[in-house]
Nanobody, 122 residues
Framework: QVQLQESGGGSVQAGGSLRLSCAAS?????MGWFRQVPGKEREGVAS????????NYLDSVKGRFTISRDNAKNTLYLQMNNLKAEDTAMFYC??????????????????WGQGTQVTVSS
């Protein structure tokens, strides 16, 4: 089993930046970030492969968000720039069973983190 702990959420004004972190208890091959707002399904934001570092993003965050990882620390990051009010959501880190050349889906998730809230005010 893998424990995932997110940090770095908070409140920011539109146009601002936040950096989310996710510490994993042990090695994970593929990881991703998801977000969810009340009343809506959880959606995949980005994923990254440990093997080759390939990344995939949700169209609405391309050019603004960057997923990265520090393999030595088993830590995943999500740098979020030019945040918009519609980015407001609970963000979740996930360990993935496999990776596809598109944003991740819940079907790929082996383990979830507890989530960290991101609130963007306009």
């Amino acid at each position: 089993q893998v424990q995932l702990q997110e940090s770095g959420g908070g409140s920011v004004q539109a146009g601002g930046s936040l950096r989310l972190s996710c510490a994993a208890s042990k090695y994970t091959s593929c990881m991703g970030w998801f977000r969810q707002v009340p009343g809506k399904e959880r959606e995949g934001v980005a994923s990254i492969s440990r093997r080759d570092g390939s990344t995939n993003y949700l169209d609405s965050v391309k050019g603004r968000f960057t997923i990265s990882r520090d393999n030595a620390k088993n830590t995943l990051y999500l740098q979020m720039n030019n945040l918009k009010a519609e980015d407001t959501a609970m963000f979740y880190c996930a360990a993935l069973n496999w990776i596809l050349p598109r944003p991740p889906t819940s079907a790929q998730v082996a383990y979830w983190g507890q989530g960290t809230q991101v609130t963007v005010s306009s």
